[in-house]
């Protein structure tokens, strides 16, 4: 499974941003996802993951209330490989390198080493 992100960029404090993650190689529902961050000089964290089939989801303290995660139409074909992660009121702090990861295991959790599948990352900067 190769994992695309895409949707970074710099954007205002307060702002909102849309991340996309696109998958292929693999049949893309029977992969739970998750996106994960990295900010300069600090360790990969957790903001949020979603099941297989889109029912239940799990959001980082940090971002929850701000933050949506979402998978795409499986009646598309533009779509039904894609999840999204939607950010509003977006904060400073909010800034790093945003990663899309996938595990063959329909878990949410928060644990990076449970994904076994990783894209390159998308740059989000916030500026105050």
């Known amino acids: 499974v190769q994992l695309q992100a895409s949707g970074g960029g710099l954007v205002q404090a307060g702002g909102s941003l849309r991340l996309s993650c696109a998958a292929s190689?693999?049949?893309?529902?029977?992969?739970?996802m998750a996106w994960f961050r990295q900010a300069p000089g600090q360790e990969r964290e957790f903001v949020a993951a979603?099941?297989?089939?889109?029912?239940?989801?799990?959001?980082?303290?940090?971002v929850r209330g701000r933050a949506t995660v979402s998978r795409g139409d499986a009646s598309r074909d533009d779509a039904r490989n894609s999840v999204y992660l939607q950010m509003n009121s977006l904060k400073a702090e909010d800034t790093a390198v945003y990663y899309c990861?996938?595990?063959?295991?329909?878990?949410?959790?928060?644990?990076?080493?449970?994904?076994?599948?990783w894209g390159q990352g998308t740059l989000v900067t916030v500026s105050s």
């Open positions: 990861s996938a595990t063959n295991d329909n878990y949410v959790g928060s644990n990076s080493r449970s994904y076994e599948y």
């Open positions: 190689g693999g049949a893309w529902r029977t992969y739970a």
């Open positions: 979603i099941t297989r089939s889109g029912s239940t989801t799990n959001y980082a303290d940090s």
